[in-house]
């Protein structure tokens, strides 16, 4: 049975639990999935319920829940790259994969209320799955985050609280309500539950190509993609259906990279203004996870995307029919700036994780 597990004391708490244990410690997942069968996908279902089989939850509270997130198009885009489509989703950010089992959990242990921050992706993600599941929710965003985000977020009948602050001071701020008020924390950092709705990223890539690219290039500011990607990654491989682990590029913004260039823990820095918002988290709360290397026995290398390059990148996209979000756009400069310089062999994946409609500039 599948349960939370402190990283720092160690103690096992059931899924009911809170948003971190007693000791201020944060939850991992104590949860072993049956080995990956493609036999087990259900393929009536197109949405990322097809591998609920591989999730920890049962019940069918997931039906009520779903808005067909997930199943997004990988497309080749130019030589040895390819781009899947992650914002071709409900509210048009790779997110839904994590908040759609989120709020199943919250469904499934009886939550009437949540809180949660974000700049802006996943608060959309989570007020929109509470309001499909009738959730009361309330979002905290840092001032400066996209006047589009904000009104989607208030679209779907969730509070969006705008707090004067960065997004680290966001998120105490958020975390002392929660803890005050007694409120649930649906945070997509804290619930590990979130990464295993982002682990389906991989699992879609390996259903439609029966093989996973030779390198992926994932944004990192707190990590909800990478974590999900490297669990499902280490499950294929586990059972031999992929012989080797691809090169996973830690991608961060040069004005916000903690994690570039650090030891066990992450780097003290001063964040800067960057429009790589997405993934402007100076102070990552599984830093240390991530930066772990039993996280993953594959290689990784920890990059930077330049900030001029941001907008003549996403420029270039938009002239070939993908309008993405600055944060996005961030990833394939980083993509860019990295073969410029280093041969890159074999193929490689970029996730387009987000929408241009939801950036302001």
Aim: proline share 6%; aromatic share 8%; with cysteine.
């Amino acid at each position: 049975m599948a349960q939370f597990k402190c990283c720092v004391c160690g103690k096992n708490a059931p899924l009911d639990s809170g948003s971190s244990c007693e000791c201020g410690g944060l939850y991992q997942l104590d949860f072993t999935p049956p080995k990956y069968d493609q036999k087990l996908i259900d393929s009536a279902e197109w949405n990322i319920f097809r591998y609920r089989a591989f999730m920890p939850l049962s019940g069918g509270e997931w039906r009520d829940i779903t808005l067909g997130e997930g199943m997004t198009a990988t497309v080749p885009y130019k030589k040895n790259l390819l781009l899947k489509l992650e914002y071709a989703m409900p509210t048009l950010s790779f997110k839904d994969r994590g908040a759609a089992v989120l709020i199943w959990l919250c469904k499934t242990i009886g939550v009437k209320k949540v809180l949660q921050d974000s700049s802006g992706n996943a608060g959309n993600s989570i007020a929109a799955y509470c309001a499909r599941s009738g959730i009361g929710c309330e979002i905290f965003v840092p001032k400066g985050t996209s006047l589009s985000k904000i009104r989607m977020i208030e679209a779907h009948g969730a509070t969006c609280t705008i707090f004067d602050g960065s997004r680290d001071e966001t998120a105490d701020a958020c975390r002392k309500k929660a803890r005050d008020e007694g409120i649930y924390y649906a945070n997509h950092v804290y619930n590990p539950m979130f990464y295993q709705g982002t682990k389906t990223f991989i699992y879609e890539v390996f259903e439609q190509h029966s093989r996973i690219p030779d390198n992926i290039f994932i944004p990192v500011g707190n990590g909800t993609l990478l974590l999900g990607c490297q669990l499902a990654l280490n499950e294929l491989h586990s059972v031999g259906l992929i012989e080797k682990l691809p090169h996973i590029f830690v991608v961060q913004s040069e004005r916000c990279a903690p994690l570039v260039n650090a030891g066990k823990e992450p780097r003290s820095i001063k964040p800067e203004p960057t429009l790589a918002e997405g993934i402007a988290i100076g102070k990552p709360m599984r830093g240390r996870e991530i930066l772990s290397p039993s996280s993953y026995s594959g290689k990784r290398s920890f990059i930077t995307a330049p900030e001029k390059d941001i907008l003549p990148a996403r420029e270039e996209l938009g002239r070939n029919g993908l309008h993405v979000e600055h944060t996005t756009a961030a990833i394939y400069a980083a993509y860019l700036a990295y073969t410029a310089s280093h041969s890159l062999p074999g193929d490689s994946l970029i996730p387009l994780c987000g929408a241009g409609l939801k950036s302001d500039k």
